[in-house]
């Protein structure tokens, strides 16, 4: 019986592992968000520190200004400070993995007029073109062929709306 046991401890730590706040969740970013500045920079300050603490690490780029940096919620929370104090600051880069989030909508959001931005940031970051998802047609036996759509590889190339 103490298998039994061990088995209800193991479950039991899981469990309290995924009732954990900061556990890890599906995020579905919205397509549309009506806070995106009409006017989207392309120029962006990868290695800048935050401009109000000189924290090095989590910073974002708010997009309604262009050359803000300021620190995540997550180190001292300057971004979040400045779309308090500008209402209409809502959106803004993450320099740590490229999303765009919205303050207002309170979600992360994937729109085509982000994309020379997140295009920028990705080179600035990474000193390389991002992968391009492709569409791979596979036979199968019958001859009848099925797309699927893959990181890199060959195949026709579509846009990768990020």
Not at 8 to 21: C, H, N, S, T, Y
Not at 125 to 147: C, I, M, R, W, Y
Request: aromatic content about 8%; hydrophobic content about 30%; proline content about 5%.
């Amino acid at each position: 019986m103490t298998d039994t046991n061990d088995d209800i401890k193991l479950a039991q730590a899981l469990q309290e592992q995924f009732d954990r706040p900061d556990f890890g969740f599906a995020v579905e970013p919205i397509t549309t968000c009506p806070h995106i500045p009409n006017s989207i920079a392309t120029q962006v300050f990868i290695d800048t520190p935050c401009q109000s603490c000189n924290e090095p690490k989590e910073n974002w780029q708010c997009l309604t200004c262009d050359h803000t940096v300021l620190c995540s919620r997550y180190r001292n929370g300057h971004m979040l400070d400045h779309f308090e104090k500008n209402k209409d600051h809502a959106v803004c880069l993450s320099y740590s993995d490229l999303s765009v989030w919205c303050f207002v909508c309170e979600n992360y959001i994937v729109n085509e007029a982000l994309d020379n931005l997140k295009h920028a940031a990705y080179m600035a970051k990474f000193g390389e073109e991002p992968p391009q998802a492709s569409t791979l047609v596979v036979q199968d036996n019958q001859g009848a062929g099925s797309s699927s759509c893959a990181a890199g590889g060959s195949g026709s190339s579509s846009s990768n709306k990020q």
